[in-house]
């Protein structure tokens, strides 16, 4: 096919009624709520990075990061860190299920559009179920608090900690989300909330 041709076809489809259709419109949700759940998952909520003594960065371990130390060597409060954390994680998913299930239970929507509602709904099911075994694992190694957030094959574990984490601490919670989840250590992030 010549580039005529196909400028010629372009030109003849209606991209009004392509727009506007419900289709385009179901799909633009979804695509949105999945962009708003992993935007969710890859920002850390309210944990702030401690900096090397020396002043120089974050401190970094393979793939953890410190987190949740003042400057100043103090440690910050975190009582409600992962509860707070736990209760964002929880109503980011609650408003993106009541999304997706208006989307599957409406009876004008279209066929692919309810798949894929029903699709993503089960896939959200899946992670929060991994999530929940994933936190109880972490607990069961010594950890007193744990979070984790798994989205579309990455994954963010916060554990409690009084300092740095050590990578045999960090190779524990690696091999968990990996055993769960099947997401390999490079797309996985492991934080320490310093002080609880």
């Known amino acids: 096919m010549n580039f005529k041709a ?9 991209y009004a009624a392509f727009f506007g ?13 999945v962009a708003a759940i992993v935007v969710n998952a890859l920002i850390p909520v309210n944990t702030p990075v401690a900096e090397k003594p020396s002043g120089g960065g974050a401190q970094i371990l393979g793939n953890s990061v410190l987190a949740g130390a003042n400057p100043d060597g103090e440690t910050a409060e975190t ?3 992962f509860t707070k954390a736990a209760l964002e994680r929880e109503n980011a998913r609650n408003e993106a299920m009541d999304v997706l299930k208006a989307i599957a239970d409406n009876p004008e ?3 692919d559009a309810k798949e894929q509602a029903m699709m993503s709904i089960a896939a959200m099911a899946d992670e929060m179920s991994a999530e929940t075994t994933i936190e109880q694992l972490v607990k069961a190694k010594g950890f007193a608090q744990c979070v984790c957030m798994v989205s579309d094959g990455k994954a963010s574990v ?11 601490q960090v190779a524990q919670v690696l091999e968990i989300v990996y055993l769960e989840t099947g997401i390999m250590p490079a797309n996985t992030k492991v934080m320490a909330n310093v002080g609880q």
């Open 109 to 111: 929507a279209m066929a």
């Open 158 to 168: 916060v554990v409690s900690s009084e300092g740095e984490l050590t990578p045999a």
């Open 21 to 33: 259709s419900k289709a385009f419109l179901v799909g633009g949700c979804a695509l949105i709520i």
């Open 6 to 14: 196909s400028l010629k076809k372009l030109k003849e489809i209606d």
């Open 79 to 81: 009582d409600d860190y």
